[in-house]
């Protein structure tokens, strides 16, 4: 990330300029902020407090705060908390709406993370039932769902408790 950082009523001191760099360094671990992104600071002086605003265009929309205290150095503080707070909010909204495509700007190791691996694998093989058997298998088993061939048909078909207490049945089409 560059920078690009102003004062107004006050000239910048190395000090001060390697203390923003630093503090918004650490924000380049979120992978939409690249080095050729351009954060631009502007520090104000006040009679009564200093304020620090900070923009950061990225890949997803734009990071912007501002933060007035009597500290320039809590202040940037504050701001840079600000800025991650917002980073992470961004993250959430898009992994909720289930955009990979930019939710992978966020992440560094997504691939490798959000492979699905199966916990338990289970063969059985489909015996040939009338709907009623399958369902007293299915309760004698104590589980949810039977598998089965249904005898009528010769579909391979599937019996299931539903939430209501009623019993639902899928047919396989081949």
Known sequence: ??????????????????????????????????????ARVVVRVYP???KIEVTIPTKVGLLRTEVKHQDL?????????????????QKTRLNRRHRE?????????????????????KTITATTLDLDEAIMQMELSSHSFYIYTDE???????????EDGDYGLIEVEQ
């Open 73 to 89: 150095y809590a202040a940037i503080d504050i701001a840079v908390d600000k800025l991650e707070d917002q980073l992470r909010r």
């Open 152 to 162: 009528d048909t010769g579909r391979i078909s599937v019996v299931y408790l539903r």
């Open 1 to 38: 990330m560059r920078f690009e950082i102003v004062g107004k009523n006050i000239s910048v001191t190395d000090t001060m300029r390697s203390r923003i760099e630093k503090k918004l360094h650490g924000l380049e671990k979120y992978v939409l902020i690249d080095e050729n992104t351009v």
């Open 101 to 121: 495509s930019l939710a992978e700007a966020f992440l560094e190791e997504a691939e490798a993370e959000d492979k699905v691996v199966p916990v338990k694998t």
């Open 48 to 50: 009564d407090s200093q």
